[in-house]
């Protein structure tokens, strides 16, 4: 098989690899999941810095 046919065959590869990786992630919700372990990270972040109340 010439390089350029594997190519094409590749970037389908590829393609179907990430549609099965979010379409795994959306069925079992493991976005909101993985939020959940993120969220306190960002909210003492936010929290740590200075905001400007008079916009």
Request: glycine share 8%; hydrophobic share 55%; charged share 20%.
């Amino acid at each position: 098989m010439s390089k350029f046919a594997k190519i094409p065959l590749m970037i389908a590869g590829v393609g179907a690899g990430l549609f099965v990786g979010t379409f795994t992630m959306y069925m079992f919700n493991l976005d909101m999941k993985m939020m959940t372990l993120i969220a306190p990270l960002l909210e003492k972040w936010y929290d740590s810095r200075e905001h400007d109340f008079y916009l």
